[in-house]
């Protein structure tokens, strides 16, 4: 990608050889890349007895032969690991659930369950509230996870029910002296009798009998949200939901961007036109420099780049990282480059003083620059909260005579900054290369891959790319 140190600088068209990095510049050295497993190596207890033996029977079923099965035991076998999925998703979501009710995520300095299963066990977000909110499911309706508890229950049919009979709604029944063991019979009914795929109408037909009138009016802006997920490659999706007045004041401004574009031979679908016009809309803030500060920074889209990359017009296959940590091409930074502050970075003494001493208490925008190209976001183990999030924290606290330096500063979200500062504690591990945290207790937060009954890392199936920008030693360096 263009980052070796070794290779021979590279010449481009005009002649021109771009600077050689000094040491300690940002890909100048670069440090040998540990897998996930080997840098996890400190890993959580194995699980419980219990739940051992269900892995290990799971891992002996996994390596049956299946070539020489009959389609009867094709069909038998997929049915009896579909009930196994069954149990195992309901076990997941009592837990979780009780878990969460007894606030068990604050060990791990977390603030609930759905974040924790985000930071631990890396489910994604719509999975974890998926898991929670089928758990609440159970909590309220015994005689249904009696049923699931015999695998007789779908994760896909507890969502369902989650989606429709609400805990308001159901709340709402139970104010109103309804009986509610009733229809939990009707729904498990429903889900265990000859007509399954009635569940939908089954459940809003008891949330119509219990509130014929549906929800009472409300501010129409409380059900606004917008919601935008980030993929690998760094592109986007967007969803979300405007009430009427809001989504008029919001077509009115992108439809006026995208008729002014509009030129003979657009071929153009209203849906990319309107998708170009929110991403003009964009440049126009960012550019017009009004938009509110963002920790003491205007916001802007950063990319981070080689020297040799951003001058050699070749275009050679090379990457840049973006401020979101996603993953770019190089052309994405050279082209943002052409109207651009360009900052160069270099992580030691021969550039920019990394270093300010006493003399300041906050954390310049150089120091905080570096910090977020070393943290990629906070640091607080489990949490993925990007750098735009985040305070920039003094290990040492300035009023404890701590210096304003790269080397005593680390980035963490405003909760975990809280929790840092009530007895939560970070130390660098320079022989990973990573922060790690500690309860009060002293006891250490552990992530990793997933484990065996013995409590030993699986095999490393996946090694993870190296980082773009591999800092050779944290902190200290240079």
Same mark, same amino acid.
Do not use: Y
């Given at each position: 990608?263009?980052?070796?140190s070794?290779?021979?600088?590279?010449?481009?068209?005009s002649?021109?050889?771009?600077?050689?990095?000094?040491?300690g510049?940002?890909?100048?050295?670069?440090? +040998?890349?540990?897998?996930? /497993?080997? $840098? *996890?190596? @400190?890993l959580? =207890?194995?699980? %419980?007895d219990?739940?051992a &033996?269900?892995?290990?029977?799971?891992?002996?079923?996994?390596?049956?032969?299946?070539?020489?099965?009959?389609?009867?035991?094709?069909?038998?076998?997929?049915?009896g690991?579909?009930?196994?999925?069954?149990?195992?998703?309901?076990?997941?979501?009592?837990?979780?659930?009780?878990?969460?009710?007894?606030?068990?995520a604050?060990?791990?300095?977390?603030?609930?369950?759905?974040?924790?299963?985000?930071?631990?066990?890396?489910?994604?977000? +719509?999975?974890?509230a998926? /898991?929670? $909110? *089928?758990? @609440?499911?159970? =909590?309220?309706? %015994?005689?249904?996870?009696? &049923?699931?508890?015999?695998?007789?229950?779908?994760?896909?049919?507890?969502?369902?029910?989650?989606?429709?009979?609400?805990?308001?709604?159901?709340?709402?029944?139970?104010?109103?002296?309804?009986?509610?063991?009733?229809?939990?019979?009707?729904?498990?009914?429903?889900?265990?009798?000859?007509?399954?795929?009635?569940?939908?109408?089954?459940?809003?037909?008891?949330?119509?009998?219990?509130?014929?009138?549906?929800?009472?009016?409300?501010? +129409?802006?409380?059900?606004?949200?917008?919601?935008?997920? @980030?993929?690998?490659?760094?592109?986007?999706?967007?969803?979300?939901?405007?009430?009427?007045?809001?989504?008029?004041?919001?077509?009115?401004?992108l439809?006026?961007?995208a008729a002014?574009?509009?030129?003979?031979?657009?071929?153009?679908?209203?849906?990319?036109?309107?998708?170009?016009?929110?991403?003009?809309?964009?440049?126009?803030?960012?550019?017009?420099g009004?938009?509110?500060?963002?920790?003491?920074?205007?916001?802007?889209?950063?990319?981070?780049?080689?020297?040799?990359?951003?001058?050699?017009?070749?275009?050679?296959?090379?990457?840049?990282?973006?401020?979101?940590?996603?993953?770019?091409?190089?052309?994405?930074?050279?082209?943002?480059?052409?109207?651009?502050?360009?900052?160069?970075?270099?992580?030691?003494?021969?550039?920019?003083?990394?270093?300010?001493?006493?003399?300041?208490?906050?954390?310049?925008?150089?120091?905080?620059?570096?910090?977020?190209?070393?943290?990629?976001?906070?640091?607080?183990?489990?949490?993925?909260?990007?750098?735009?999030?985040?305070?920039?924290?003094?290990?040492?606290?300035?009023?404890?005579g701590?210096?304003?330096?790269?080397?005593?500063?680390?980035l963490?979200?405003?909760?975990?900054?809280?929790?840092?500062?009530?007895?939560?504690?970070?130390?660098?591990?320079?022989?990973?290369?990573?922060?790690?945290?500690?309860?009060?207790?002293?006891?250490?937060?552990l992530?990793?891959?997933?484990?065996?009954?013995?409590?030993?890392?699986?095999?490393?199936?996946?090694?993870?790319?190296?980082?773009?920008?591999?800092?050779?030693?944290?902190?200290?360096?240079?």
């Amino acid at each position: 990608m263009g980052l070796d140190s070794g290779t021979p600088p590279r010449t481009t068209p005009s002649g021109w050889v771009p600077e050689a990095l000094p040491p300690g510049a940002l890909g100048a050295d670069r440090a +040998p890349a540990s897998s996930s /497993v080997a $840098a *996890a190596r @400190r890993l959580p =207890e194995p699980p %419980p007895d219990d739940v051992a &033996a269900v892995i290990d029977a799971l891992l002996t079923a996994v390596d049956a032969e299946l070539s020489s099965a009959t389609s009867a035991q094709l069909l038998d076998r997929a049915r009896g690991l579909a009930r196994a999925q069954n149990l195992i998703t309901t076990e997941l979501a009592r837990v979780v659930a009780h878990a969460e009710t007894h606030e068990a995520a604050s060990a791990d300095g977390l603030t609930g369950m759905r974040p924790w299963l985000r930071g631990h066990v890396g489910a994604t977000g +719509p999975e974890a509230a998926a /898991v929670l $909110a *089928a758990g @609440r499911v159970l =909590e309220r309706m %015994p005689v249904l996870a009696a &049923a699931a508890a015999e695998g007789a229950v779908s994760h896909g049919q507890l969502g369902v029910i989650g989606r429709i009979l609400t805990a308001d709604v159901w709340a709402t029944g139970e104010a109103a002296g309804m009986d509610m063991t009733a229809a939990d019979q009707a729904v498990t009914d429903t889900i265990t009798g000859d007509h399954p795929r009635t569940l939908t109408q089954v459940c809003q037909r008891i949330a119509d009998l219990i509130d014929p009138d549906g929800p009472a009016p409300a501010d +129409p802006t409380a059900g606004r949200f917008l919601r935008i997920t @980030r993929r690998a490659d760094g592109s986007r999706t967007i969803r979300g939901s405007l009430d009427a007045a809001g989504g008029e004041k919001a077509e009115a401004a992108l439809e006026s961007i995208a008729a002014s574009s509009r030129c003979d031979g657009d071929l153009r679908t209203s849906e990319q036109r309107s998708a170009d016009a929110l991403v003009q809309l964009a440049d126009l803030q960012l550019a017009a420099g009004n938009l509110p500060v963002l920790r003491k920074v205007k916001p802007q889209l950063t990319a981070l780049i080689q020297l040799e990359d951003l001058a050699d017009p070749t275009g050679v296959a090379a990457a840049a990282t973006l401020g979101s940590g996603a993953t770019a091409s190089s052309l994405v930074a050279r082209q943002a480059a052409c109207d651009a502050d360009i900052a160069r970075i270099v992580l030691g003494p021969d550039s920019l003083p990394l270093d300010v001493g006493r003399a300041q208490r906050l954390v310049p925008a150089h120091i905080r620059r570096a910090a977020e190209v070393r943290d990629g976001g906070c640091v607080f183990t489990g949490c993925h909260a990007p750098a735009w999030w985040c305070d920039a924290h003094h290990l040492v606290h300035w009023i404890d005579g701590g210096d304003t330096s790269l080397d005593n500063t680390a980035l963490l979200c405003e909760r975990h900054h809280t929790q840092v500062h009530h007895g939560f504690a970070l130390s660098w591990d320079p022989g990973t290369g990573r922060w790690r945290t500690h309860r009060p207790d002293g006891t250490e937060i552990l992530t990793g891959p997933l484990t065996d009954t013995r409590g030993d890392p699986l095999p490393d199936l996946h090694t993870a790319d190296p980082p773009l920008f591999p800092p050779p030693s944290w902190p200290g360096a240079g």
